[in-house]
């Protein structure tokens, strides 16, 4: 994603809008797909919405299948959230501003990463942590040599804390079906009221904050009860021991890979402003070079955030269902910050670790250069939930003010080797306009069934529709993908 910061929602307005395409009704010029010689294959035409990684998994395995495929996307480059910072870094360096990790478990990122020639490495477990003022070893407060300052705490791990005030939700959901009444009325309830139902000290909230929220974007109040539990039920999610991974050289190289596999069918800085879809196909404007052009194809794949997908007009509407998870999915704060520092004081001997989990503002602090040469370095924050919106306030000055006083806490010689940071603050970015989805309160079961359900001929891709991850969005734009060849 882009450092480019464009005012689109005085262009997005509805009336703007509305506006807009009547004033240009006149002059709109119309761009068809390549039409293939024989009137059958006229089927095998399809448009995508956005290159992301959805995008472009399903660009390139329809592609693959003989396919024409256009691809229009508001940037001037591949990956959506998936964006690699090199620029403003000395000495090759450079950070991850979105997303990063691949984990073991990730099929999808590992096929493609395999099938292109890049290399995952493990990257280190987090092994310090910096709560209340406390400087504690991950080793040791697994060892039971040091525990957590918050009340009501099980000795011997960081995450997972709030389990045990919800077993007895765990143990129906086991026994019963998941859409059974007395599980779904946990659907109208958040983490926060469910734990103090249960009895949680505020201590057990506070904690689940800094953790699993921070992880989900969040706020505790906002986030679903019976998402959690039904996580607690398969065993868990995100911990302190989750086997993460990182592309050698760069996450931005996997859909740099797919984009190069798909040359010429890209079509960038191209806004989709309306789609328009019945029976026989779909067409969709576009903005291009200050003029909107249209282009109709048989199939139409949208793969861009439900939460950007507000602002494009749509005629008609989807499915009543189909419109209120394109309208109310939750999306959280999220804001990356890259310290550069002319010295990697954190791996020194006295150091609370190179990845920290903290209750300061930046929640996450971790070494970004891990695999990359010194001796300079790059420290990595990630911010969620209600601090990133609170320094989503403040000017970028403010902002890397905040970030060195917060990070001198936990490594007080850090200020004297400071040279330069780069922020992304994706809740400013007018292509995402948030960070990964997360079920709000009242978000049933099937909402994500429902975002990624085929509409005629309009097909949906993203994180949004299966898992918040890279590995989910490449699923979900190779399910799209297996939807269209197999309707032919």
């Known amino acids: 994603m882009s450092r480019l910061l464009l005012n689109r929602r005085q262009f997005l307005g509805k009336t703007g809008s509305t506006l807009l395409f009547s004033a240009i009704g006149s002059v709109l010029s119309t761009t068809a797909l390549p039409t293939p010689a024989r009137a059958q294959e006229s089927e095998r035409n399809v448009l995508i919405v956005g290159a992301g990684l959805a995008g472009l998994a399903a660009a390139y395995e329809l592609n693959k299948a003989g396919f024409g ?11 959506g959230r998936v964006t690699t910072y090199r620029d403003p870094f000395a000495d090759g360096l450079y950070a991850e501003m979105g997303a990063e990790y691949v984990d073991a478990s990730d099929e999808y990122d590992h096929k493609y990463c395999k099938e292109f ?15 209340r003022g406390q400087r504690i070893a991950m080793a040791a407060l697994k060892s039971g040599k040091a525990a957590l300052p918050y009340q009501g705490t099980v000795p011997g791990r960081l995450f997972g804390q709030e389990a045990q005030y919800t077993k007895q939700w765990v143990a129906k959901i086991r026994k ?29 909230i506070s904690l689940y904050t800094y953790l699993n929220a921070t992880e989900a974007t969040a706020r505790p109040h906002e986030m679903s009860a019976l998402r959690m539990v039904r996580a607690h039920a398969r065993g868990g999610s995100f911990n302190e021991d989750v086997d993460e991974g990182r592309i050698l050289g760069g996450a931005d190289q996997l859909p740099k890979a797919f984009a190069r596999r798909l040359s010429g069918k890209i079509l960038y800085n191209r806004p989709v402003r309306r789609i328009a879809h019945d029976r026989t196909g779909a067409q969709v404007w576009f903005e291009e070079g200050g003029t909107i052009q249209t282009m109709r194809a048989s199939k139409l794949v949208v793969a861009i955030p439900f939460k950007v997908l507000r602002d494009v007009e749509m005629t008609p509407h989807f499915s009543r269902e189909k419109m209120d998870v394109i309208h109310t999915l939750g999306y959280g704060h999220v804001m990356k910050i890259a310290m550069q520092y002319k010295k990697r004081f954190w791996n020194e001997p006295g150091s609370i670790g190179q990845r920290v989990f903290t209750d300061t503002q930046l929640r996450r602090i971790y070494d970004m250069s891990i695999d990359q040469p010194g001796p300079r370095g790059i420290l990595m924050s990630f911010t969620a939930g209600a601090d ?8 970028h000055d403010e902002r890397v003010r905040v970030a060195l006083n917060e990070t001198a806490r936990v490594w007080p010689e850090a200020p004297k080797h400071f040279e330069g940071a780069a922020i992304k603050y994706w809740n400013e970015d007018p292509w995402i306009r948030g960070s990964y989805f997360f079920m709000n309160v009242g978000q049933r079961l099937d909402f994500r069934k429902v975002a990624g359900k085929a509409e005629g001929r309009v097909h949906f891709a993203g994180e949004h529709t299966e898992t918040s991850s890279m590995d989910g969005a490449i699923k979900s734009g190779v399910r799209v993908a297996n939807e269209i060849k197999k309707a032919g």
């Open 69 to 79: 495929v256009t691809v229009l996307e508001a940037r001037s480059r591949p990956g």
């Open 176 to 204: 019963k079906k998941p859409l059974h009444p007395e599980i779904l009325k946990l659907d109208n309830l958040s983490v926060v009221e469910l734990l103090l139902e249960g009895g949680a000290p505020q201590d057990i």
């Open 388 to 395: 990133a919106e609170a320094l989503g306030r403040l000017s």
């Open 117 to 131: 020639g890049l290399k995952v490495l493990t990257a280190k477990l987090y092994d310090g942590i910096f709560v």
